[in-house]
């Protein structure tokens, strides 16, 4: 028998949505500051929009831009434009106005969603993103002259099923990359790789249908998708932090007794430096993901032995390919980042583009279910960002150095754009990162390629700790201690590294700082 008695083909994320409104009921689905949605009210408001939506023109595959503050209603909008058919364009709140209206234009938004402070940013902008339909102004948490408000837009529409059929082809969202190696590029996902995503980092992570997910970066990022996805597909509860405030969020573990949380490194290393860390429940925690940037073996030693042994870390690119080690292969490689995720597969290749072998460093390449559709109008960098293999398979360059053990375990080395050539020489700052690390007056550390007279680029730190202990001594300290090629040639002290909102050190703009610092001839 080869056919299929029945037609059930897999459902899709509105189709999941539906089926948990239905089932799940008065189960807590999305909670924030006082207000709480049941998973009846989430289905609800979401298809009421949907409606809205539709009655307002809105076609299947046509952009929603969404810049708003974390908030349930952001989570209703940009699930909402979903069961509507339409492709939502979630916004980074830290650009400037010239960047935002960049994107908005890239992805020919014709809708755009915006909370009180956004919508006032971006009422200047109007004339240069004309192509915003005239009832496409939405203002949420509040009133804006000639902005629709999100509530009466709701309360406009029924709450029947939107019915709108889509194919595993069609556009989810498309993310913009978080432009830390140049301007953002819009990352485009499809409906079926989306969620092929969220059920393989739902096994990764340990998701469950009791899963609590505090969520406390910006809802616009892909690490908050991700963390939302395998929430929603679970039939879990998020739970939306404004923002993110160390005491807040111990609070926040202890009160809704949340099991999960997606953070970046400097938000645990923030959490241990809060003063009333130990005052605070954090039992009920089960699984915690790091990810956004490397997680240094010292502060995931510390995440383990402190707040959760549960943890998973995880290393992969918006546009796709991911790794994770797993809490139980986490004790004996705390400098890994683990094996592909299921789904996923990867290789190392040297500078002819040649797989590497084991123990070898080169570029890592990936490929897998849930890679992105490609970039938003941007044939030139889906041909840059592509490997061809001898069997004709497209592999995505990530622009990572890393090298695998004789296990299969990834370790990285660093960005390929932040490798510095001193001499000729190779040099990784990430190498040079983990000894400067051990300094006990050094919390972070920042190493990047400065000009050098007399060899082309030399390594210097930028530090964040005890400024006391002064720089000429940490570079001695550190030149001890490292290889001859990777000895730096000068440090300074900051109050702060430079990041975006998902934690990654902004080092074009560190380069940029300390352009012309050494302006003698520096010695290794």
Known sequence: MTDAWFDAPAPLLPEIIALNGKWLGDKPAVVCDQQQLSWRDFERQTAQLANALAARGLARGERVAVMMQNSAEMLVAMFGIVRAGGVVVPLNLSVTDTAAAAMIRDASVRYLFASVDQAARLEPMRGEIDFVRAGGWIVAEGSAPGWTAFADLLNSQSARDPGIALDDDDECNIIYSSGTTGLPKGIVHTHRRRLDL??????????HRAAVNLCSLGLYSNISWVAIGCTLLAGGTVVVMRSFQPRAWLA??????VTHSAMVPVQFQRLFECPEFDDYDVASITSLMC??????????????????????????????????????????????VGKPLMGTDLLILDDADRPCAPGAAGEIVGRGRMLMAGYNNRPDANEETTWVDEQGRKWLRTGDIGRFDEAGFLYLVDRKKDLIISGGQNIYPADIETIVLEHPAVSEVAVIGIDSPRWGESPFAVLVGEQSAGSDALVNWTNER?????????????DALPRNPNGKVLKRELRERFRGWLTDGDGK
């Open 198 to 207: 969220f059920y393989d980092l739902a096994i990764a992570l340990r998701y």
């Open 252 to 257: 926040a573990v202890a009160h809704y007794r």
């Open 291 to 336: 990810c956004g940037s490397p997680l240094n073996a010292r502060l995931k030693a510390a995440i383990m032995q402190r707040l959760a042994p549960q943890l998973v870390e995880l290393y992969g690119l918006t546009e796709g390919p991911i790794t994770t080690l797993e809490p139980e292969d986490a004790a004996t490689r705390l400098a890994s």
């Open 482 to 494: 490292v290889g001859r090629q990777q000895r730096i040639a000068g440090a300074a002290w900051i």
